[in-house]
């Protein structure tokens, strides 16, 4: 019982650690010469995430309630930590698109769904294939998770400090941060207590489970094309260089191509042909094209890209080594 308790709380640390790196570093954001901001992010990245899967796995929900925390954890960092959601300066995002109940609506589509995956899904994911014998448990016990919710609200009190040195004299408008905390409360229990939970046993295998390196390459294609398609890079002030109304287009595009891909791997996970090679597959592919987007888009230099590819082959190294204790 020690034993398995060091290693849940190991694998915490794991997932905390690695779940910055995941969401920001791989892709760019900050740039490798300025990782020591990964410092500040790990409280409500790290302590954040692990809350969301003792949460998810004390209730016995699976994946869908997982996406759904993740959004809810989105709206928090976006919403009122960073406050970036509603903010007319921020990063210049107000102009991506038109601001809709003044919400920047093209960044709002863009960072909640990554969120859900790239800060919350695809750590947990990853942390479950390598420490599989814990992947259906808590990692911690009772005083575990109070810790894990107090870090993760003294990290959003945090990024909301620092958020005020780059966004200086922005306040959300308290009807839209009644709003966030609405939207985070109803996530919340849709997953917690409405998502219903996973079978026991999966259906049958069908003949319509891709193999591994067809995963890898469609996952590939949903994540390079999403951050494509809202994300403007190359000069661009307008997501996918649309002008004015043409806007509308990427983002519809983005959504679709969203609700596809979750469709199709709803199907294909719920049964029995789904490995722990496949789930690999999936996240390797997600996360080697969003670092190929985050060299093309988010570097500054020459210097910069060059840092970043090089920390997409140590990442791809990593995934590898993964995949031979997988197989």
Request: net charge positive; aromatic share 8%.
């Amino acid at each position: 019982m020690v034993t398995s308790r060091a290693r849940g709380r190991w694998a915490a640390l794991l997932l905390a650690g690695l779940t910055p790196v995941v969401a920001e570093l791989t892709l760019g954001n900050p740039p490798l010469r300025q990782a020591w901001l990964l410092l500040l992010w790990v409280p409500i990245y790290g302590a954040g995430t692990v809350l969301i899967r003792e949460l998810v796995r004390r209730t016995g929900r699976g994946w869908p309630a997982v996406l759904l925390l993740g959004a809810a954890y989105g709206i928090v960092e976006e919403g009122p930590a960073l406050q970036a959601l509603t903010s007319p300066t921020i990063y210049g995002v107000a102009g991506w698109a038109p601001r809709i109940l003044g919400l920047n609506s093209a960044y709002t589509e863009l960072n909640i769904p990554y969120h859900a995956v790239f800060s919350v899904a695809l750590p947990i994911l990853l942390v479950d294939l390598t420490v599989p014998a814990l992947r259906r448990r808590p990692y911690l016990g009772r005083a575990g998770l109070v810790v894990a919710g107090v870090v993760f609200v003294l990290g959003a009190l945090l990024l909301r400090w620092t958020t005020a040195f780059i966004d200086p004299g922005y306040q959300a408008p308290p009807a839209a941060q009644a709003a966030f905390v609405l939207a985070i409360v109803v996530l919340a229990v849709l997953a917690l207590r409405i998502v219903p939970r996973p079978p026991d046993l999966p259906a049958a295998a069908p003949r319509t489970v891709p193999a591994p390196p067809v995963v890898a390459c469609l996952a590939g294609v949903v994540a390079f094309g999403y951050l494509a398609l809202l994300f403007p890079f190359g000069g661009a002030r307008h997501p996918a260089f649309t002008q004015g109304g043409w806007v509308v287009v990427p983002m519809v595009a983005a959504a679709l191509l969203a609700v596809v891909a979750g469709v199709l791997l709803r199907r294909w996970t719920a049964h029995a042909g789904w490995r722990d090679r496949h789930s690999l597959a999936l996240a390797g592919g997600a996360l080697v094209t969003h670092t190929a987007f985050g060299v093309i888009a988010n570097g500054e230099n020459a210097t910069d890209r060059v840092s970043l590819a090089a920390l997409g082959l140590v990442m791809i190294g990593l995934l590898a080594l993964l995949a031979r204790r997988t197989r």
